[in-house]
């Protein structure tokens, strides 16, 4: 996991770029900035070391947010009453990717606990907007990670990729197989998705797509193996 092998609920999102991906009418678009999710993830982070970790994570998860342990669990419910440990896990972003709206995000970067292991982390972003004015926050819905044999190098600079504001992006849904528990979520304008499985056994992918104008193209797939 990220960290403990968090996982969000995943649920469409609200967002629309001009002149690309049709949004709802009504909707107020956001320039997309990925800074805006790397600035999230930080101060996440940052709280986790100041607050405790199950602190952090209670007070920056969506309400339906999941956490896998390794079957899927509502978060809020899992953390509640959870006592902190006494040193918080660290983790630092490595990329950042964004719909075209800039209303949904991934990060994913590299974890290391106080035991000295290590291991990578993917969080899925969404902005939640509070009133008509466009005022809101960032709340991760899914958070995930695995252990590693070798830690990921440590980056310079966090890459960031937008996802194109061109043509038409399809929200395609396809079934899990049989007993598997499965979940996808779209950004509103369907240029950001994200899909959860998790296998009877434990294990479960993470996929992470973004739209490049012409097809959604896979930028983050974690697979994680059932627990020995």
Same mark, same amino acid.
Request: with cysteine.
């Given at each position: 996991?990220?960290?403990?092998?968090? +996982?969000?609920? *995943?649920?469409?999102? $609200?967002?629309? @770029?001009? #002149?690309?991906?049709?949004?709802?009418?009504?909707?107020?678009? /956001?320039?997309?900035?990925?800074?805006?999710?790397?600035? =999230?993830?930080?101060?996440?982070?940052? /709280?986790?070391?100041?607050?405790?970790?199950?602190?952090?994570?209670?007070?920056?998860?969506?309400?339906?947010?999941? %956490?896998?342990?390794?079957?899927?669990?509502?978060?809020?419910?899992? $953390?509640? #009453? /959870?006592?902190?440990?006494?040193?918080?896990?660290?983790?630092?972003?490595?990329?950042?990717? %964004?719909? @075209?709206? #800039?209303?949904?995000?991934?990060?994913?970067? *590299?974890?290391?606990?106080?035991?000295?292991?290590?291991?990578?982390?993917?969080?899925?972003?969404?902005?939640?907007?509070?009133?008509?004015?466009?005022?809101?926050?960032?709340?991760?819905?899914?958070?995930?990670?695995?252990?590693?044999?070798?830690?990921?190098?440590?980056?310079? %600079?966090?890459?960031?990729?937008?996802?194109? @504001?061109? #043509?038409?992006?399809?929200?395609? $849904?396809? =079934?899990?197989?049989?007993?598997?528990?499965?979940?996808?979520?779209?950004?509103?304008?369907?240029? $950001?998705?994200?899909?959860? +499985?998790?296998?009877?056994?434990?294990? /479960?992918? +993470?996929?992470?797509?973004?739209?490049?104008?012409? %097809?959604?193209?896979?930028?983050?797939?974690?697979?994680?193996?059932?627990?020995?």
């Amino acid at each position: 996991m990220k960290r403990f092998g968090l +996982v969000g609920a *995943a649920f469409l999102v $609200l967002s629309a @770029c001009a #002149g690309g991906p049709q949004a709802p009418a009504g909707f107020e678009p /956001r320039i997309a900035n990925p800074s805006a999710i790397i600035s =999230a993830e930080i101060a996440f982070a940052r /709280r986790a070391q100041e607050k405790g970790q199950w602190t952090a994570f209670r007070e920056t998860a969506a309400k339906d947010a999941v %956490m896998f342990d390794p079957q899927p669990n509502l978060a809020q419910a899992w $953390l509640k #009453g /959870r006592a902190d440990p006494p040193v918080a896990v660290k983790w630092q972003a490595h990329k950042a990717f %964004m719909s @075209c709206d #800039g209303k949904t995000g991934a990060t994913t970067g *590299a974890w290391q606990r106080p035991n000295g292991t290590f291991g990578y982390f993917t969080t899925i972003w969404q902005f939640i907007q509070k009133n008509e004015r466009g005022d809101g926050e960032w709340k991760w819905v899914v958070d995930h990670g695995d252990v590693l044999p070798t830690p990921r190098a440590p980056k310079e %600079m966090i890459e960031t990729k937008v996802a194109s @504001c061109k #043509g038409q992006p399809p929200a395609l $849904l396809q =079934a899990p197989a049989e007993g598997a528990k499965m979940k996808s979520g779209f950004s509103r304008d369907q240029s $950001l998705s994200y899909t959860w +499985v998790v296998q009877p056994d434990g294990s /479960r992918t +993470v996929e992470v797509k973004i739209w490049n104008g012409q %097809m959604s193209e896979t930028v983050i797939l974690d697979q994680v193996a059932a627990p020995k």
